[in-house]
């Protein structure tokens, strides 16, 4: 019979979890998923106000939008 100073006791903690694996699998795909989300809005922001940034320097230098001309009345 092997004593016990022979072989080693394995360590409890790099045994395999099954139950872990895929719970660890699933908050990955739901992490990816919301920083996938999260990205295309911070994208969609940035382009946003790049677009508002850019109309208001027009419009500084072109002197603004003037209202556009009141349109007579046609007379009957």
């Given at each position: ?9 394995r360590n409890p ?28 809005a911070a994208k ?33």
């Open positions: 019979m092997p004593s016990n100073e022979s072989t080693p006791m903690w790099t045994k395999k979890n099954p139950m872990m694996s895929m719970w660890l699998s699933a908050a990955n795909k739901a992490m990816g998923s919301a920083r996938g989300q999260a990205t295309a969609r922001q940035a382009a946003a106000t790049q677009a508002d940034a850019t109309r208001s320097v027009l419009d500084f230098w072109t002197g603004g939008t003037a209202k556009p001309a009141a349109k007579r009345k046609a007379r009957r």
